[in-house]
């Protein structure tokens, strides 16, 4: 099912998922910014079904060990990306609350990998 640290780092994230939400992601996204509020939000959920979908069906099934690695990497650079647009004029991920999850996911990714190498 994975270690410890690999699920706080998938619930980490999936907090975010939510929070995305709250901060208006889409409008960050090229293509769904493009649209409207109302069908900017409607296409972000949507696209999260068959996301949550994969990811879900993988930890139950139980991930291999490729999967968590590759993972753990995404949740490390998912906080790069998150740095890359910190300027960006539509970025709302501006509080304590989003950057705790956003960190947290990264943080536990790193963990979880230094404890697989080790």
Not at 25 to 45: I, K, T, V
Not at 67 to 80: I, K, N, R, T
Not at 99 to 107: D, E, K, Q, R, S
């Amino acid at each position: 099912m994975g270690t410890p640290a690999f699920l706080l780092g998938l619930s980490f994230l999936l907090a975010h998922e939510l929070d995305a939400v709250r901060c208006h992601e889409w409008r960050m996204f090229p293509g769904l910014s493009a649209l409207s509020d109302r069908w900017g939000l409607r296409l972000f959920l949507l696209l999260h079904v068959p996301l949550l979908y994969l990811l879900i069906g993988a930890v139950a099934a139980g991930p291999g060990p490729k999967l968590v690695v590759a993972l753990d990497l995404f949740f490390v650079v998912h906080l790069g990306l998150h740095l890359l647009f910190l300027r960006h004029p539509k970025n709302e991920f501006r509080d304590a609350l989003s950057w705790t999850l956003i960190v947290g996911a990264a943080l536990s990714g790193g963990i979880d990998l230094l404890l697989q190498m080790a």
